[in-house]
């Protein structure tokens, strides 16, 4: 693959928009099905390779947690290295992942190859942020955001499905196995496509691409070695984060393995603290630290940052807990419980590239009526499950409710990143992207452990018709908190709209040209 090179902004071509999206959206979607089928699979993995219940659960937590704790470092290496590079490098080891995963003998093997494809996925995934960010603007760049927003839909929607369907075409043992074999062409595929269609300058360095240094914090700081003609990752940051991410992270994934555990909590809060002190001094030493702390200065980075990491607190535990409720509490099948939220994954992937095209002209006040109807989705959904115990009412109306709440979802993810990034320096366009991401899946982590733990605490005394409405109703609570966020912002916003304009506000870079449409 082509090395990072110095690059002239002013004679690098024009991107092909037309064939860059899809060569980015497509591998993105590929590592997203890998996170949305694997629950699917777990029944057929544990009959084939005699897989423990400790073994399992690693199936699901171990590429999660690798995931989460890559996504910071490897969007700041993007930035710094070029996007390009890190993009083709995380797709190959997402492939190398999936295929030997699809012909591991035992569970221990799965495991590791698990591993391997999060680090490949939380390589790849900053890249595309980064990239959309660098290459389009405007209402074009609302409209990219809004199909990766559409791509994470169907991908919720189409990954247990396919999985389902594999297994039962092929049967338990080569079912689950080519729900990741089939990762292997599409991956080739993916990398030919990014050395084919990403421009030129997604293989230069980040200070050579027209990103320099008059933005490389938010403040407008000239610092670093970028600077100075070298690559600066900050390895000793890169580090204390992602040990302090994975610290947090594990005693939510993993709660069952006793008391103990949380204390890794205290440490990782530690170790964090121990990474904001570090940043700050190797940035006063004239270093270029993996993210700048300013980046929180950014009233609409952080609002966004917050509101979406709380938000992802609530929304990924819906499936879960309405999965339990129809396959543990009326006996439905795994594919029958995919296909009942597959009208809310269309909705939400509508939604997302409809939004897309309009946030930037409606702002964040699109975010806080999704959430609103994310709410009325929920609220909704908690009837058709009490009038089911009551009068026994066909389950099947929640894939009405729930596609109230996609919809509602497809307008708050990708508006959301379109807001929260806007203001923020496209240096940095890739580390803050990850810490977005970071949050989303820190969240999610927090979310399944607290909210699906009361759902099942609940279940064992009352059953599942009781402990789906405990659940819903402790999710409701949870995106009511976020959508506090996301008016916190809006009113904020509204505060700084009748502030007179002052030159060299805080993260706001222009556009540059021959990079953007």
Known sequence: MPTPRPCDPAQTPRPNHERLLPTLLIPAFVTLLAVSSVNVILPAVSHSLSAGTAGLQLVVSGYALVFGVVLVPAGRAGDVMGRGRLFVIGMLLFGAGSLASGLAPDVVTL?????????????????????????????????????????????????????????????????????????????????????????????????????????????????????????????????????????????????????????????????????????????????????????????????????????????????????????AGLGYSALASGLMGLPASVASAVGASVSGRSVTRVGRVMVLRGMVLGLVGLGATVVVVHLNAVIALSPWW????????????????????????????????????????????????????????????????????TASQVGLGAIAAVIAASALVAWADLRASARRDRRPPSLGQAGRVPDEPGTTV
């Open 398 to 465: 929640m894939a009405v409710t729930l596609l109230l709440l996609g919809a509602g979802q497809g307008l708050v993810v990708s508006p959301n990143q379109i807001l929260s990034l806007a203001d923020v320096p496209l240096p940095y366009a890739g580390a803050a992207g990850g810490i977005i991401q970071t949050g989303e899946r820190i969240g999610t982590a927090i979310g399944i452990s607290a909210i699906t733990g009361l759902a099942f605490s609940v279940a064992r005394g009352s059953g599942w018709h």
């Open 111 to 327: 495991n590791l190859a698990r591993v391997v494809m999060g680090v490949g996925s939380g390589l790849l995934n900053p890249q595309v942020t980064g990239m959309i960010q660098q290459y389009y603007s405007g209402e074009a760049r609302g409209r990219a955001f809004g199909l990766f927003g559409a791509v994470i839909g169907v991908s919720v929607a189409l990954g247990p499905v396919l999985s389902g369907g594999f297994i039962g075409w092929l049967g338990d043992d080569w079912g689950w196995r080519a729900s990741f074999l089939v990762n292997v062409p599409l991956t080739l595929a993916g990398v030919w496509a990014a050395r084919r269609y990403l421009p030129a300058s997604a293989w230069c360095r980040g200070s050579d691409t027209g990103q320099t240094e008059q933005a490389d914090s938010p403040d407008g700081d000239a610092a670093g070695a970028a600077h100075r003609g070298g690559v600066d990752l900050d390895p000793v940051g890169m580090g204390l984060l992602a040990v302090g991410t994975l610290l947090i992270m594990i005693p939510f994934m993993e709660a069952s393995a006793g008391t103990w555990i949380w204390g890794l909590e205290a440490a990782g809060i530690g170790v964090i603290g121990a990474w904001v002190a570090w940043e700050k001094r190797y940035r006063s030493r004239g270093g270029s630290p993996m993210v700048d702390l300013s980046l929180l200065a950014i009233p609409s980075f952080a609002y966004g940052s917050l509101a979406i990491a709380v938000y992802f607190m609530g929304y990924t535990s819906i499936w879960i807990i309405t999965a339990q409720y129809l396959q």
